[in-house]
């Protein structure tokens, strides 16, 4: 659950007259947005039951802000996707030197998200704060993809020139390849960790061992560029998405081409499995539409309607299998609920194709978003991750903005009426959003963190090397304002014969 709390130069510090520890003026800034999960995890942890079969719920939660102390980690309410949709905009981070966002990973353990830029530059985001942590230069070229290991020690992200680079997690960089010769767009795990997919613009996929980074393998069967490719999450199993719009199945150990999918008519965007089952697949083109395909039948079964432009990217959410989160290249996210088709008014809703007599030659049903976000970003939405426990979405765009999601609080209903859902003119007209005071605001959000990118970069600089006596590690010699020496001469030790202080 998300809560409001005063910032670290908010009324009750750092305004006034002096303030910091060097006596500089810091100017007061607004409230920071906190989302604390904390009260909601252990609210869960000291009153979960069993979960019988048949057994009642007494309590539940109401829309009235008085029930925010009751709100429980979307774990914890499974069959009840809706009440995790993130309809309300917390915070949206900016760096100093502005570049378009490619993508966006949380760390395994939620504490910060990560940022690639068509710079080559890795950012670190708090994940509680939302603000400025860090920044480093990973690549040479504009970052392109990236992903986690499963067991969370290893991060492997890849470039436009086609370098894939493996990262600890405290991003130290271990070992650079030279995978491809054309941009690679989107990489994937096995499940157990021991070898990696890329796909390239090239039109090939290849197969590499992690741990001696050699290539074992190349998928050869796409007529076009390969935008996408993932790894089944526990089976032996690559899908792939190209620009030849084609979605193909491969077996990784023979690379042999399993299936075609013919659905979409146009390029692949996007292609994933549904992590916690893996009985579907979820797939998005540059023709306005996404689609659900089961496995088990090798059809699709849901079409995915609604954008008005191309969908660039979708993902999965960690525990509703029924919930997928769609960006459009028109800055739009739309959240679909998979068993629930919200047919617009005056139209006959369509039936699932398991309801009929013939599964198999069915048309797919046609669902409608549950929720839209018509005005999330002001460009094309890259990439989108969700946050481990599930209750945050992080957005990243060409507008070079990163925003952050989350669910509305209990009672809470100004944030369906804000400019991200009704646009700017319409929220102004209804008195939701002030033009002028959200430019402030953004440009007091903008300072403060160009302030903090440059603590960060303060922090990170190495301290300036010191004289040291010769034979006695860690003494300095003292030295003058001037940098030389007490008393204008170098300094000598007695009973050394005269010899200098080594600087």
Known sequence: MDRDYQGAYGAGAGGGGGGGYDGGYRRSMGRRP?????????????????????????????????????????????????????????HSSLNKIKHPVNIVRW???????????????????????????????AHDSAVRAATYSHSDDWLVSADQDGVVKYWQP????????????????????????????????DSSLKIFDFSGGIEESTLSGHNWDAKSVDWHPTKGLIVSG??????????????????TLHGHKNTISKTAFEPTR??????????????????????????????????????????HVSLLTTGGSDGSIFHYLLDEPNSPPGTVPSIPPYDTSDPTNAPAQTIHPAHRLQHAHDFAVWSLSWHPLGHILASGSNDRVTRFWTRARPGETDCFNDRYHIGEAA??????????????????????????????????????????????????APLQKDGTSV?????????????PVCS
């Open 242 to 259: 190209s620009k030849d719009h084609q979605v193909k199945l491969w077996d990784p150990r023979t690379g042999r081409c399993l299936t």
């Open 487 to 499: 008393g204008g001469a170098q300094m000598r030790l007695p009973g050394t014969g005269g010899a």
């Open 34 to 90: 906190i989302t604390d999960y904390g009260s909601s995890m252990v609210q869960w942890m000291r009153n979960r039951r069993p979960r019988h079969k048949g057994g009642m719920l007494l309590e539940m939660e109401r829309p009235s802000p008085s029930y925010i102390v009751d709100m429980l980690p979307p774990a914890a309410k499974p069959q009840s996707a809706a009440d995790t949709i993130p309809s309300k905009h917390l």
């Open 278 to 319: 893996g009985q579907l697949l979820a797939t998005c083109a540059r023709d306005q539409t996404a689609r659900i395909f089961d496995l088990r039948m090798m059809r699709d079964i849901c079409l995915l309607r609604g954008h008005e432009k191309d969908i660039s990217t979708l993902t999965w959410h960690p525990f």
């Open 170 to 201: 405290n991003f130290n960089n271990v070992k650079a390849i030279q995978a491809h010769n054309d941009p690679i767009r989107d990489l994937a795990f096995s499940p157990n960790d021991s070898k990696f997919v890329t796909a390239c613009d």
């Open 427 to 476: 929220a102004e007209a209804q008195g939701t959003w002030d033009r002028r005071g959200g430019r402030r605001l953004m440009r007091e959000e903008e300072e403060q963190e160009m302030e903090d990118e440059a603590d960060g970069l303060v922090d990170q600089k190495m301290p300036p090397k010191q004289p040291v006596l010769p034979g006695i590690p860690g003494l300095t």
């Open 107 to 137: 760390t395994p353990e939620g504490r910060r998200l990560l940022t690639g830029s068509s710079s080559g530059e890795f950012t670190l985001w708090n994940g509680m704060g939302f603000n400025f942590e860090t920044i480093m230069q």
